[in-house]
């Protein structure tokens, strides 16, 4: 299965870069825990690939809306920017 990925480099609040990985999946179940482990799976992926990774999130569609799970500041600073664009694809 081919997972979208946006990989990106941003400036923190500090003025330090921060590199960050944005999957578009989603856990079968939707659960923490369960999306937590996927999240965990294609961060290892993303590294595997060469990607170096800080902070990283999934991105789905639930009720008709982009819903981010992840790291916290990656979350907010999703939630105001918006769903980058996808860069990557990795392989599960």
């Not at 590199?19 to 939707?30: C, I, L, M, Q, Y």
């Not at 902070?55 to 918006?82: C, D, H, P, T």
Request: glycine share 8%; hydrophobic share 40%; charged share 20%.
């Amino acid at each position: 299965m081919q997972i979208n990925l946006a990989h990106l480099r941003e400036r923190s609040t500090a003025g330090t870069p921060i590199d960050f990985a944005v999957f578009e999946a989603r856990s079968n179940s939707g659960s923490q825990s369960d999306n937590s482990r996927l999240l965990e799976q294609l961060v290892m992926k993303a590294r595997g690939a060469g990607l170096k990774v800080d902070q990283a999130a999934l991105a789905f569609s639930e009720n008709g809306r982009i819903k981010f799970f992840g790291s916290r500041n990656l979350v907010q600073y999703l939630s105001r920017s918006g769903l980058p664009g996808w860069t990557h694809t990795v392989s599960i």
